[in-house]
Every structure is written in C-alpha cells, then in structure tokens.
C-alpha cells in the first residue's frame, strides 16, 4: 500500500485492485484511508474467480514477503498481464527470467518499478508458453521422482 501510495501522488489515475480477503483487510483499508490513497484502492473481498478483474488490469503487483507457490503469477502470465513482484524465496521459481520485474521488498523499490511501467506504457510481456511451462514442471516432477517412462493418458474408463 505504501508503494502504491508513492505511485499515486505523482500518477492520480492508477488504480490498485486488491483481491481476496484475510486477517489484514480492515488494517489495509485503514492504511488506505491514512496515506489518503482510499478513493483509488478497490478491495474486491474473496472472489471465486478472479480471472475476470485480472483481464481487465494492465499489471499484476504481488508484494508479498513470502508466498509457497505464487500460482497466481502463473495465473496473470497466462492472461499476458506483466507482473511486478516483491522477492521471497519461491519467485524464481514461479516467474521465469524475463517475463517480469522482481525488486526487493521496500516500499519504494516497489514503486519504482511501477513508475516504470506506468511511464513505459502498457507493452505485453513476452508470450507464456502455459504448455511448455507445464511439460518443464513434469518433466522436473518424473526426474525427481525418477519415473523414466510416462503414460501419453490415463484410463478413466469405469472399473467393472
């Protein structure tokens, strides 16, 4: 919120849209009400699919201090959203190199990377293979599993 705040005062068109729902949401909306940013902060609350608003967005931002797996920025990737995240263990990981932004985990690290996006103009990132991603990820499950050979299907024919 901090970052985005930053963001706000030099960009009063932006627009932070935040999804979900949790134990800080009123102290986030609060924060929002403090750093004078609440008339340009959407809080969606829990949403059971969000694809729709993440369509409509021109950047996905993750500040997060940890994340296990950040499916969500497959997710945004998938869509063709650019993506702008903080650093926690798992990012590299998740995000492959060149298909976004990762800055650490400072305020106004944070928006600056936004800053740069907002004065580069909305240009996609590169194309996310969403099939390649996922045969790389079995193929990394099967090695490590040490399965040599894999089943082109599965039979889901009833039993009987």
Partial sequence: MNAFALLNQEFPDTQ???????PL???LKDLASSLGVSDSVVFTGQVQNP???LKVCDCFVLSSDYEGQPMVILEALALGLPVISTHFDSIRDALPDGFGVVVESDPTELAA???SFVDQGQTPPRTFD???YNDEALAELYAALGVTERRASVDRSPVG
């Avoid at 932070?16 to 949790?22: A, F, K, R, Y």
């Fill in 16 to 22: 932070l849209v935040i999804v979900g729902d949790g």
């Fill in 25 to 27: 949401a009123d102290e």
């Fill in 51 to 53: 694809t729709y608003l």
């Fill in 113 to 115: 990377a936004m800053r």
């Fill in 130 to 132: 969403v099939q390649a």
